[in-house]
């Protein structure tokens, strides 16, 4: 194993990989439909990385130390044969924990298969438990029913217990904490409440749309009491409280008032092989061509990751809400 890090000594140790830009939803906090529209040009086959450019970038990294792989999008499962990427990657010695993030559409009817194939976990975002809320934030009408579904499903299929996924805005769904708690408490699933980040420049974000951890967390203790629970790994960026009547836990993350850049070890890849080692990254490294064009990618990660010096919430949550423009969400995966 070849030992990597940063200008701050963080090592790499999770990997994100976005397999397609495109999504069936169109959430108004990642793709809202006024960019997304039906005019909008999404990556041509050709420039998104094959299963076996995935894999082999994988290979690199996990010969850096990465140990979680995650699969993202975009809606991940929209890609075709997403079962032979997962598989491939299974395959790796070092790739401990092989998850993937979806919206949930797609899964229950994948589920079984992807689990056949090597997936270990699975993240499903739901935003609110009412379908007037849901449906106005993923702004294609699709029930709540369906991800609920989802869930279940891949949790019989063994791909449990799920992380399910809200984002938080201000105005628009922090109305629905305690419901999403109420309705997972004692299922086995953990909610993760995520603050509003501002990646991208599309989303229309402002600070003052921003519900922080500490309030959510107040507002479930009130009902159900919590107690903070110790990370599972050095990194995790979600604080993990647990209720104290023993029926299960909820996590945070709140990357905007309590930033974690300084144990940050993730880096991520978008769908046409560029490395952000950020997620709110302007630009980013095209690994894709290093690779067709026989170059060395291990020495380029190597010398990436080696410059690394990025602590954008930090710097943010100490100066201004946007010092850069980073990445669409979409593209970058989240």
């Given at each position: 194993?070849?030992?990597?890090?940063?200008?701050?000594?963080?090592?790499?140790?999770?990997?994100?990989?976005?397999?397609?830009?495109?999504?069936?939803?169109?959430?108004?906090?990642?793709?809202?439909?006024?960019?997304?529209?039906?005019?909008?040009?999404?990556?041509?086959?050709?420039?998104?990385?094959?299963?076996?450019?995935?894999?082999?970038?994988?290979?690199?990294?996990?010969?850096?130390?990465?140990?979680?792989?995650?699969?993202?999008?975009?809606?991940?499962?929209?890609?075709?044969?997403?079962?032979?990427?997962?598989?491939?990657?299974?395959?790796?010695?070092?790739?401990?924990?092989?998850?993937?993030?979806?919206?949930?559409?797609?899964?229950?009817?994948?589920?079984?298969?992807?689990?056949?194939?090597?997936?270990?976990?699975?993240?499903?975002?739901?935003?609110?438990?009412?379908?007037?809320?849901?449906?106005?934030?993923?702004?294609?009408?699709?029930?709540?029913?369906?991800?609920?579904?989802?869930?279940?499903?891949?949790?019989?299929?063994?791909?449990?217990?799920?992380?399910?996924?809200?984002?938080?805005?201000?105005?628009?769904?922090?109305?629905?904490?305690?419901?999403?708690?109420?309705?997972?408490?004692?299922?086995?699933?953990?909610?993760?409440?995520?603050?509003?980040?501002?990646?991208?420049?599309?989303?229309?974000?402002?600070?003052?749309?921003?519900?922080?951890?500490?309030?959510?967390?107040?507002?479930?203790?009130?009902?159900?009491?919590?107690?903070?629970?110790?990370?599972?790994?050095?990194?995790?960026?979600?604080?993990?409280?647990?209720?104290?009547?023993?029926?299960?836990?909820?996590?945070?993350?709140?990357?905007v008032t309590q930033p974690f850049c300084g144990s940050c070890t993730r880096a991520r890849i978008s769908a046409e092989g560029m490395l952000y080692t950020c997620l709110f990254a302007s630009s980013g490294t095209s690994l894709r061509d290093v690779m067709r064009t026989g170059g060395d990618v291990a020495r380029v990660l190597d010398e990436v990751w080696e410059k690394r010096e990025d602590r954008y919430s930090e710097d943010r949550s100490a100066h201004t809400p946007r010092l850069v423009v980073p990445v669409e969400?979409?593209?970058?995966?989240?």
């Amino acid at each position: 194993m070849v030992m990597v890090t940063d200008l701050f000594e963080r090592p790499i140790r999770d990997l994100r990989i976005s397999v397609t830009d495109r999504c069936n939803f169109r959430c108004i906090y990642c793709m809202p439909r006024e960019v997304f529209g039906p005019d909008h040009r999404f990556l041509p086959r050709e420039q998104l990385l094959t299963f076996s450019e995935i894999a082999t970038l994988a290979r690199v990294f996990v010969a850096r130390g990465v140990q979680k792989v995650r699969l993202t999008g975009g809606e991940p499962l929209l890609r075709k044969g997403m079962e032979r990427l997962v598989e491939m990657l299974a395959a790796i010695a070092g790739v401990d924990d092989l998850t993937l993030t979806t919206n949930g559409s797609l899964l229950a009817r994948k589920a079984q298969s992807l689990v056949d194939a090597g997936l270990d976990r699975v993240t499903v975002s739901l935003d609110a438990m009412d379908d007037e809320t849901f449906m106005a934030m993923n702004d294609v009408g699709f029930p709540v029913a369906v991800v609920l579904e989802a869930i279940e499903v891949a949790s019989a299929c063994g791909l449990g217990p799920v992380k399910v996924n809200c984002v938080v805005q201000r105005g628009i769904n922090e109305h629905a904490i305690l419901d999403m708690a109420r309705h997972f408490k004692g299922s086995g699933h953990i909610v993760r409440f995520i603050e509003y980040m501002d990646v991208g420049s599309t989303n229309g974000w402002r600070l003052d749309q921003v519900v922080p951890a500490a309030e959510i967390v107040a507002a479930i203790h009130k009902v159900f009491p919590l107690e903070p629970v110790p990370p599972n790994y050095p990194g995790e960026v979600a604080n993990r409280f647990r209720y104290r009547d023993g029926s299960g836990e909820i996590g945070v993350i709140a990357s905007v008032t309590q930033p974690f850049c300084g144990s940050c070890t993730r880096a991520r890849i978008s769908a046409e092989g560029m490395l952000y080692t950020c997620l709110f990254a302007s630009s980013g490294t095209s690994l894709r061509d290093v690779m067709r064009t026989g170059g060395d990618v291990a020495r380029v990660l190597d010398e990436v990751w080696e410059k690394r010096e990025d602590r954008y919430s930090e710097d943010r949550s100490a100066h201004t809400p946007r010092l850069v423009v980073p990445v669409e969400m979409s593209y970058i995966g989240g």
